[in-house]
């Protein structure tokens, strides 16, 4: 593997991704501009692996990815000199699982849902979640494969949702909000499964890396707090997450994936001139 200083971690749906849309086209040029540097693009998402395949084609991306809130790092196989520890072969790729197996937190779901009022992902036909979420239907199909979290839209009051969350956590599970829903998964979270990723690709090579991570919502503050830089992408939906870090903190003055294009380009522009 290439000798390497940085990796990008990047969020999909509102940041890379248009909120709208779910166009990267804007990006394009910083897309190609991190290739020919030879930077690996880590995608790190709440998309399930079925949903990353398609769009990994459609990036050019062939490095390790992250699915659904941090619950699994999927490696392809062969890509690391020394392959991952603890992996599961899924597919084509070595998967360090950190969430919970996806029949186990349905059925503590099932036992949850009489008390409380929500819709999880699962009672949504693909042409339903299609239409919430402007996809199109294969994609909404692509998006209920999941392996690990489920995503809810909450329909119950405040403090419910607060007894909710404690029972879950009773059961080992936990929650993070996304843009638009509410993923139910393991004891897990984006920073947790970066962290990991980013100390393989440092045993790789034995040398430091460092992490630029972008995101736009509260399920990616623990990416961005684990980043050395951190980039929080405007939106159209919702305010910037509010968080601490020990890193340098970024807020794009564009929104989703033209905010997401103006950092990487001005990042890239820094970096070139430090190597000169």
Same mark, same amino acid.
């Given at each position: 593997?290439?000798?390497?200083?940085?990796?990008?971690?990047?969020?999909? +749906?509102?940041?890379?991704? +248009?909120?709208?849309?779910?166009?990267?086209?804007?990006?394009? *040029? %910083?897309?190609?501009?991190?290739?020919?540097?030879?930077? *690996?693009?880590?995608?790190?998402? =709440?998309?399930?692996?079925?949903?990353?395949?398609?769009?990994?084609? =459609?990036?050019?991306?062939?490095?390790?990815?992250?699915?659904?809130?941090?619950?699994?790092?999927?490696? *392809?196989?062969?890509?690391?000199?020394?392959?991952?520890?603890?992996?599961?072969?899924?597919?084509?790729? /070595?998967?360090?699982?950190?969430?919970?197996?996806?029949?186990?937190?349905?059925?503590?779901? %099932?036992?949850?849902? *009489?008390?409380?009022?929500?819709? =999880?992902?699962? $009672?949504?036909?693909?042409?339903?979640?299609?239409?919430?979420?402007?996809?199109?239907?294969?994609?909404?199909?692509?998006?209920?494969?999941?392996?690990?979290?489920?995503?809810?839209?909450?329909?119950?009051?405040?403090?419910?949702?607060?007894?909710?969350?404690? /029972?879950?956590?009773?059961?080992?599970? =936990?929650?993070?909000?996304?843009?638009?829903?509410?993923?139910?998964?393991?004891?897990?979270?984006?920073?947790?499964?970066?962290?990991?990723?980013? $100390?393989?690709?440092?045993?790789?090579?034995?040398?430091?890396?460092?992490?630029?991570?972008?995101?736009?919502?509260?399920? +990616?503050?623990?990416?961005?707090?684990?980043?050395?830089? %951190?980039?929080?992408?405007?939106?159209?939906?919702?305010?910037?997450?509010?968080?601490?870090?020990?890193?340098?903190?970024?807020?794009?003055?564009?929104?989703?994936?033209?905010?997401?294009?103006?950092?990487?380009?001005?990042?890239?522009?820094?970096? /070139?001139?430090?190597?000169?």
């Amino acid at each position: 593997m290439k000798q390497i200083a940085w990796i990008v971690v990047t969020d999909l +749906d509102g940041t890379l991704l +248009d909120h709208a849309s779910y166009s990267f086209a804007v990006a394009v *040029p %910083a897309l190609q501009r991190l290739r020919d540097q030879g930077i *690996p693009l880590i995608l790190n998402t =709440s998309k399930t692996r079925a949903e990353l395949a398609p769009l990994r084609d =459609s990036l050019g991306n062939t490095h390790p990815f992250i699915v659904e809130n941090g619950s699994a790092v999927c490696t *392809p196989a062969g890509y690391f000199a020394s392959p991952p520890t603890d992996t599961v072969l899924l597919d084509d790729c /070595e998967c360090r699982v950190f969430g919970v197996q996806y029949s186990q937190l349905m059925s503590r779901l %099932a036992v949850l849902r *009489p008390r409380y009022r929500f819709t =999880s992902l699962s $009672q949504l036909s693909a042409a339903q979640l299609a239409e919430l979420c402007g996809l199109p239907v294969e994609k909404a199909r692509l998006a209920l494969a999941r392996d690990f979290s489920e995503p809810l839209l909450w329909q119950d009051s405040e403090d419910a949702l607060l007894s909710f969350k404690r /029972e879950l956590r009773s059961y080992g599970l =936990s929650t993070l909000q996304g843009g638009r829903f509410l993923h139910v998964l393991g004891k897990t979270d984006k920073g947790l499964s970066l962290n990991w990723l980013r $100390q393989l690709y440092a045993r790789n090579q034995g040398g430091e890396v460092k992490v630029v991570a972008l995101g736009d919502s509260a399920n +990616d503050i623990e990416m961005l707090k684990a980043a050395d830089l %951190a980039v929080v992408i405007r939106s159209p939906a919702h305010e910037p997450p509010q968080f601490d870090t020990t890193g340098r903190l970024e807020l794009s003055e564009r929104e989703g994936p033209a905010g997401w294009a103006d950092v990487m380009q001005g990042w890239l522009d820094g970096l /070139e001139q430090a190597q000169e």
